[in-house]
């Protein structure tokens, strides 16, 4: 399978592996090392295998695209990554190549992976997406499923990435807050300039209004001081997508948008995020998305 960042392959997440002569190393040493080699090929398991929850480190490097098994190991030890989610490729009668196999597991995983982790802003720096799925030739013998991870590419991680304690406040909150910013993009025309594709815009922004309405009815059930505050925010927001979206020309496009999309930046649901007891500290892709 591929990895890649996204194939059963593993593009994506490496594990350096250091070249030691028995003879530069002592007697304990080398005995040592035996147990760890045993321990690991143990702990060996196909990549067809791998279920959420898993904890593992790759047998190659992050920035190879093909892995066949990995090494499982408890989450409480250190490892470079975890699966959170999986799915099955449907609806292709072939293989759909590899550059079709990692779209499909880019449009799929992110989603697929909130229903382990709802919290993206809790996952560790340096932890990123990435995912495996099938090759060409696993496709023959019936692979169809694609496994999401976060993997760390340099150094590792330890515990478990899953959301098991989440309040009920927690939990509307982020399902709102996540189903937002997944209107957002997952419907961002292809277009980088509003004037080349106004009708693809006006689509993003409907569903992005679709979605804050969606968010805000449900954080009237959260009477928090701060998230008071950003339910009345959000609202107005909401109202500016609403205008974006039945906008008549681009110039009306542009002051909706402007104001809309400004309306939902990230850092201004650290205050209420910080009331919820939920991380605060801001991804660094979305903070380099909104200081641009």
């Not at 040493?29 to 035996?34: G, K, V």
């Not at 590899?98 to 919290?119: L, V």
């Not at 701060?226 to 974006?244: G, M, N, P, S």
């Not at 500290?281 to 909104?290: G, S």
Request: with cysteine; proline share 4%; net charge negative.
């Amino acid at each position: 399978m591929f990895f890649g960042v996204t194939s059963r392959s593993a593009r994506g997440i490496s594990a350096a592996v250091a070249l030691l002569a028995i003879g530069a190393v002592g007697c304990a040493d080398a005995i040592d090392s035996a147990k760890a080699g045993a321990k690991k090929a143990v702990r060996q398991r196909s990549v067809f295998s791998l279920t959420p929850g898993d904890c593992y480190n790759p047998n190659k490097a992050v920035s190879e695209s093909e892995e066949f098994s990995v090494e499982v190991v408890p989450c409480e030890e250190a490892h470079k990554g975890q699966v959170v989610g999986e799915f099955a490729i449907e609806g292709e009668s072939a293989y759909p190549g590899d550059s079709g196999a990692s779209k499909i597991a880019d449009e799929r995983c992110p989603t697929e992976s909130q229903k382990f982790i709802s919290d993206t802003w809790a996952v560790p720096e340096g932890v990123d997406l990435f995912y495996y799925y099938p090759t060409s030739e696993s496709w023959e013998t019936g692979d169809r499923a694609v496994s999401c991870t976060y993997a760390k590419e340099s150094g590792t991680f330890s515990g478990s990435l899953e959301d098991k304690s989440l309040n009920t406040d927690q939990t509307t909150y982020l399902k709102g807050a996540n189903a937002v910013y997944e209107a957002l993009w997952s419907s961002q025309p292809e277009a980088d300039q509003i004037e080349d594709d106004l009708p693809g815009y006006k689509k993003q922004a409907k569903a992005v209004a679709s979605a804050l309405n969606t968010h805000v009815a449900a954080l009237k059930a959260v009477e928090q001081p701060e998230t008071v505050k950003l339910r009345t925010q959000l609202e107005e927001t909401a109202e500016a997508w609403k205008d974006a979206a039945s906008a008549g020309n681009t110039d009306d496009f542009y002051v909706a948008y402007d104001l809309a999309f400004t309306g939902i930046d990230p850092h201004k649901t650290v205050a209420a995020r910080k009331e919820l007891k939920l991380a605060t500290t801001i991804p660094a892709d979305d903070a380099e998305v909104w200081a641009s």
